[in-house]
């Protein structure tokens, strides 16, 4: 199994600028494709960026294009979702999600709450 560990959420202001880590553990040998979701209050979770762990494939929702880039550093096993030019409509808790190979079920982490409010 794997686990995932969120850091770096908080308040910030508009305009202002975030950057999230998610630090994976135990079996990341399977994972094939990281991500980070987020869900704000009554909204249902959504696809924010994934990165891929085999190649140079990222993907982004078009909310976060131009903002927010997603990187990893394979020598910690961390993946980064760098936040910048944050609007109040990017609050919510974002969560980390490590896709596996072999049909092993998806892993979470517990998320973390990013605000932007002034």
């Known amino acids: 199994q794997v686990q995932l560990v969120e850091s770096g959420g908080g308040l910030v202001q508009p305009g202002g600028s975030l950057r999230l880590s998610c630090a994976a553990s135990?079996?990341?040998?399977?994972?094939?494709?990281m991500g980070w979701y987020r869900q704000a209050p009554g909204k249902e979770r959504e696809l924010v960026a994934i990165n891929r762990m085999y190649s140079s494939i990222t993907q982004y929702a078009d909310s976060v294009k131009g903002r927010f880039t997603i990187s990893r550093d394979n020598a910690k096993n961390t993946v980064y979702l760098q936040m910048n030019s944050l609007k109040p409509e990017d609050s919510a808790v974002y969560y980390c999600k490590a896709s596996q190979r072999n049909g092993l079920p998806d892993s979470w982490g517990q998320g973390t709450q990013v605000t932007v409010s002034s």
């Open positions: 135990g079996n990341i040998f399977t994972i094939h494709t």
